[in-house]
């Protein structure tokens, strides 16, 4: 294993307590779908640690979005964690993030997090969406926004992720990449942006062991807008990373500062509304030519 990978197994191997966590997770259907639901409403559940509602806190003051008058544009929201975390890993925020994503959007988003070694897993998923009947996320009027996020390794396999849903034909509305880790290995790219992708935004920061990419650009302008790289600096600030273990505390704080970041998420939010909430105007034309949103 290379170095730099088995500083990376050493930062994100769960502690007994987070395997505890991870395990018997209840689950729910999104549309027919199964999804992992990590918790019960994070925003409110109190066996949330402290840092993730800290990390969260941000998000949840914005609350549910009401889905009346078709204000929900339908959408697919895939999330990968960092690391060798694994899809139910209760101890990171992009976890929680996506059972926030459900609660806030209703039923007409699916959005569900995997493993950044679990592509073919996450692939497999949406084109599960794609094939379902005419009750199903992909067989509506309007396209279906697809929107990718991730932290690390998991924010390079966002746009690894996308290159696959390129080779299918399939557009990516959003990439939303986390301090970027290029992942080992032949061929991995976590700087250029797949002309698939009609939006992408990268955060992140320049400290510890693995500091992020700091410059996404596009494979082709014409079809794909950087929204921004934004440098992040935490020297001087407190983010709560106590969800993390002491091994990561030290050598690698700022890259889960980042991932701990109130505002990031904040402002990833507030990315994902641009796409998913239609105007006044569109509502209105919405109710008189599209089918009912699936329940």
Same mark, same amino acid.
């Given at each position: %294993?290379p170095l730099m +990978?088995?500083f990376v197994?050493?930062?994100s191997y769960?502690s007994?307590l987070?395997i505890? $966590? /991870?395990?018997d997770l209840?689950?729910m259907e999104?549309c027919?779908?199964p ?5 019960t409403?994070?925003c409110e559940?109190?066996?949330?640690? =402290?840092?993730l509602?800290e ?9 549910r979005v009401?889905a ?8 697919? @929201? #895939? ?12 101890n990171?925020?992009? #976890?929680l993030?996506a059972?926030?994503l459900?609660?806030r959007y209703?039923?007409g988003?699916?959005a569900?997090?995997?493993g950044?070694?679990?592509g !073919?897993k996450?692939?497999e998923d #949406?084109?599960g &969406?794609?094939k379902?009947d005419?009750?199903g996320?992909?067989?509506?009027r309007?396209?279906?926004? @697809?929107i990718?996020?991730?932290h690390?390794?998991?924010a390079s396999q966002?746009? /690894?992720?996308a290159? *696959?849903l390129l080779?299918?034909g399939?557009?990516?509305a959003l990439?939303? $990449?986390?301090d970027s880790v290029?992942? =080992? +290995? ?5 700087r250029t942006?797949?002309?698939n992708?009609?939006? /992408?935004?990268n955060?992140?920061?320049?400290r510890?062991l693995? =500091? +992020?990419?700091?410059?996404i650009v ?6 794909t807008?950087?929204?921004? !790289?934004?440098h %992040?600096?935490? *020297?001087? &600030?407190?983010?709560n990373v106590?969800?993390?273990?002491w091994?990561?505390?030290?050598f690698?704080?700022?890259h889960?500062? @980042?991932?701990?970041d109130?505002?990031v998420?904040d ?22 030519t ?6």
């Amino acid at each position: %294993m290379p170095l730099m +990978g088995l500083f990376v197994l050493l930062l994100s191997y769960p502690s007994q307590l987070e395997i505890a $966590q /991870a395990q018997d997770l209840p689950s729910m259907e999104v549309c027919g779908q199964p999804v992992i639901n990590s918790v019960t409403g994070p925003c409110e559940d109190p066996s949330v640690a =402290p840092a993730l509602r800290e990390a969260l806190h941000l998000v949840c003051t914005r609350g549910r979005v009401e889905a009346v008058n078709r204000r929900v544009r339908k959408g697919i @929201i #895939i999330g990968f964690v960092g690391g060798y975390v694994k899809q139910g890993d209760v101890n990171h925020p992009e #976890i929680l993030f996506a059972t926030y994503l459900r609660e806030r959007y209703g039923s007409g988003v699916h959005a569900k997090v995997f493993g950044n070694h679990d592509g !073919n897993k996450a692939l497999e998923d #949406i084109l599960g &969406l794609f094939k379902k009947d005419d009750h199903g996320l992909s067989t509506t009027r309007e396209p279906v926004k @697809i929107i990718l996020y991730g932290h690390s390794w998991g924010a390079s396999q966002t746009l /690894a992720f996308a290159r *696959e849903l390129l080779k299918r034909g399939i557009p990516v509305a959003l990439t939303i $990449q986390i301090d970027s880790v290029k992942k =080992p +290995g032949f061929g991995h790219d976590d700087r250029t942006v797949p002309p698939n992708v009609a939006k /992408a935004v990268n955060f992140y920061q320049r400290r510890g062991l693995t =500091p +992020g990419q700091p410059l996404i650009v596009a494979a082709d302008a014409t079809k794909t807008k950087i929204l921004g !790289n934004f440098h %992040m600096r935490y *020297e001087g &600030l407190h983010i709560n990373v106590d969800n993390y273990r002491w091994l990561s505390r030290v050598f690698n704080k700022h890259h889960h500062e @980042i991932e701990n970041d109130p505002w990031v998420w904040d402002q990833v939010v507030s990315l994902i509304d641009l796409e998913l909430l239609r105007t006044d105007a569109e509502i209105q034309t919405a109710s008189s030519t599209e089918s009912a949103p699936c329940r």
